[in-house]
């Protein structure tokens, strides 16, 4: 190590009273970390605080009949299913794949092979899409591609035109990543005695993992599926071209309807509004409904995440 | 360990599957399945790319042509041509190629014909604005100012795709958002993992991460309704939406995703490194800066590099905040418009597979390109991290 002393740091760390600079040091990483803190909170208060007035039981149960911009007639009901239903059925297709992804990952794959590095490589990149691509690949791919293959001699296009089918498709391939990681992160906090055990009694590899294994990470699936519908039930720029609507008069009732959308809302009630001064209350409320769907379940995510932790602590 | 006899080694069969399941043919299809399953995300990367590329493919290629009068051949000559130069030069898919008779084919060229001859005769007319040189180059329009060579304007009687204006609207935004985001988020992620207690950082890392269950188009709308009115009563600055106030909106996208890697990378320094340096009389401080800091650099970088690639893929927050005017300004405080936010706006108007819808999926492919090399360096790098502390630790 003759050649990299000069590069070691200085040794003579001896205590001198008040030590100014590790003071300052603290100081300044402290109150960065509380800068971000204030930011979130002031972000959060400040929603609350004009969005409380208008954020009523018939507001959130009110049809988008009336004019949506009339702040005593809105109602964002056909909003709040409609994104419910498109979160719905993204959560049906993506969590099986993720979950049968990660067992993959954790239980079969050698974690040196070729093949799996290649795995982990595409679903670190998937996480890193930027959404409006997603947007562009649901219409490229979904919509001309797949709908235009079903439609393949109709006069009038059924399957190839935006829909609530191929919106939710884009975001379970948007949210694969998310699903994967936690549930991988689950099924490496199971002790490996446990299928030890299992398998010293005889169970064969895959009973242990439909009987073992899967039934000890569901915490960790669960996380997976939340975050997947937290992040999911707030991105618009994938649904845009997709399956959006700007106004429906009915609510989405087959797969190949179109819906409205709580964050598209906001998009166009912050972009498209008449008279922002008037339909800032509708705004404002509209923001606090979609921030309470998408912390709370973050929220949940984070809790049931650090008692997961804390097993896989405890355990090894 | 190198002499370790072969036969040892190949019990292990083919992907890792064990010579045994062979006589558990149930156990063998299931773990062909879910092998199977496993590489939906490969082929969902590569789709993404072929079905984004694909659509802007003809463009790449030198097959459209956006000119306002672009030449036409008479209906004989037409006639004359081999099925597919037809379906070129009527700039039709092949499945609609296919669905037309010969009688539409010959009424289609004689509108472009008639077309033809109405076109203006200028010199700006013939240009075909989707040309490379058109996209990445500068050009000067007849009927604007010179200050106009630089300019993105799909609508109109010519139609001018030039890129660069996106580009700049692009960096520039994203170059705000790191300046104000990384420095926060590294502090923060020093703070966290290296000097606060362990109770602390319990409730501070989920408490910074939760600003990463905030939807974009909330922090778009924060920056829109909030932000730019407080951000131009601070700063007194002419247009209130422009690629400043956008630029803080996004950092507050990109602060949980360096924050996280960094705060990971700095974690996954062996404390053994610390309680060493703590033993030989550092302070903590001393501690984090000097030993735990550089052997985790590389991480940080990586979190640099994907905060980067956040930031220049994000749509709603740079649609919401920014002005969306398509200005060739290096100013911070023009309103501009970004790569993202152009796609988002524009491709509903565009008519499906002409020039318009094509560009902007050529724009997307781009964008998925850079982001795609983004991510594979800031990945390589954490895994060499990994295994570098990995290694020594043992």
């Known amino acids: 190590m003759t050649t990299g002393s000069a590069k070691l740091p200085r040794l003579d760390f001896r205590s001198r009273g008040f030590d100014f600079v590790s003071f300052a040091f603290t100081g300044v990483t402290g109150l960065a970390t509380l800068f971000i803190l204030a930011i979130l909170a002031i972000i959060l208060a400040n929603i609350v605080w004009h969005g409380w007035g208008t954020f009523s039981w018939r507001f959130l149960t009110g049809s988008a009949d009336q004019d949506m911009f009339d702040v005593n007639k809105a109602g964002i009901l056909p909003m709040v299913i409609g994104t419910a239903l498109r979160v719905l059925l993204m959560t049906i297709v993506v969590v099986p794949i993720g979950v049968i992804t990660a067992v993959y990952l954790t239980e079969y794959a050698h974690s040196t092979a070729l093949t799996t590095r290649v795995i982990r490589g595409a679903v670190n990149n998937l996480a890193g899409v930027p959404s409006i691509v997603f947007g562009l690949f649901g219409l490229g791919f979904f919509i001309s591609f797949i709908g235009g293959a079903m439609d393949a001699g109709a006069a009038e296009p059924h399957w190839g035109k935006p829909a609530i089918l191929w919106a939710s498709l884009t975001l379970a391939v948007m949210t694969l990543p998310l699903v994967i990681v936690a549930t991988e992160e689950s099924l490496r906090a199971i002790t490996p005695g446990l299928r030890e055990a299992s398998l010293a009694l005889g169970a064969t590899k895959l009973e242990t993992i439909l009987k073992i294994v899967l039934p000890e990470a569901l915490p960790g699936i669960l996380t997976g599926g939340i975050l997947a519908v937290g992040r999911a039930g707030g991105e618009v720029a994938p649904i845009l071209f997709t399956g959006a609507a700007y106004y429906m008069r009915d609510l989405p009732k087959a797969p190949t309807d179109q819906f409205m959308d709580l964050g598209y809302h906001v998009f166009i009630l912050s972009t498209q509004s008449p008279d922002i001064e008037k339909t800032r209350p509708i705004l404002f409320a509209t923001v606090l409904a979609l921030l309470l769907l998408t912390l709370s379940l973050n929220l949940v995510a984070v809790i049931v995440r650090a008692r997961v932790r804390k097993k896989m602590r405890a355990g090894h | ?394």
């Open chain 2, 1 to 394: 360990m190198n002499n370790v006899p072969t036969s040892a080694k190949r019990t292990v069969g083919w992907m890792g599957i064990h010579r045994g399941h062979k006589a558990r043919p149930v156990e063998w299809l299931a773990e062909k399945f879910i092998f199977l399953v496993s590489l939906t995300a490969i082929l969902m990367v590569f789709l993404i790319f072929v079905f984004v590329a694909r659509e802007a493919l003809p463009l790449a290629l030198g097959q459209m042509n956006s000119a306002a009068a672009r030449p036409a051949i008479s209906t004989e000559e037409f006639d004359k041509l081999k099925p597919p130069e037809q379906q070129l030069y009527l700039e039709l898919t092949p499945a609609e190629f296919k669905r037309m008779d010969k009688e539409a084919l010959l009424a289609l060229a004689e509108v472009r014909q008639d077309e033809a001859k109405e076109a203006p005769k200028d010199k700006d007319a013939k240009v075909n604005t989707t040309e490379w040189r058109y996209l990445f180059g500068a050009h000067e329009w007849s009927d604007s100012r010179p200050e106009d060579r630089y300019v993105w304007q799909p609508i109109g009687r010519i139609h001018k795709y030039n890129l660069w204006p996106l580009i700049i609207g692009s960096l520039k935004t994203t170059a705000v958002a790191l300046i104000f985001s990384v420095p926060l988020a590294l502090a923060a992620a020093i703070y966290v993992s290296q000097l606060s207690s362990p109770t602390l950082k319990e409730w501070l890392k989920p408490a910074i991460e939760m600003l990463s269950g905030v939807p974009s188009v909330v922090l778009g709308f924060f920056g829109l309704i909030v932000m730019a009115t407080f951000l131009q009563s601070v700063f007194g600055y002419q247009s209130r939406l422009n690629a400043f106030v956008a630029g803080i909106a996004l950092g507050l996208a990109v602060i949980p995703v360096v924050f996280s890697i960094a705060e990971d990378a700095l974690t996954s320094v062996p404390r053994s490194y610390t309680q060493a340096a703590l033993a030989l009389g550092a302070s903590k401080w001393q501690a984090a800066w000097q030993i735990v800091l550089p052997a985790a650099a590389p991480g940080v970088f990586a979190a640099v590099v994907l905060g980067f690639g956040r930031a220049i893929g994000e749509t709603m927050v740079v649609l919401m905040a920014s002005g969306n005017a398509s200005i060739m300004s290096l100013s911070l405080f023009d309103s501009t418009r970004s790569i993202t936010a152009t796609i988002a706006a524009e491709l509903a108007e565009a008519v499906f597979g002409g020039h318009h819808y094509r560009m902007l999926f050529l724009i997307g492919a781009l964008l998925f390109i850079v982001t795609f090399l983004t991510n594979l360096a800031g990945d390589l790098i954490m895994h060499r991290l990994k295994g570098r502390l990995e290694g020594r630790a043992k």
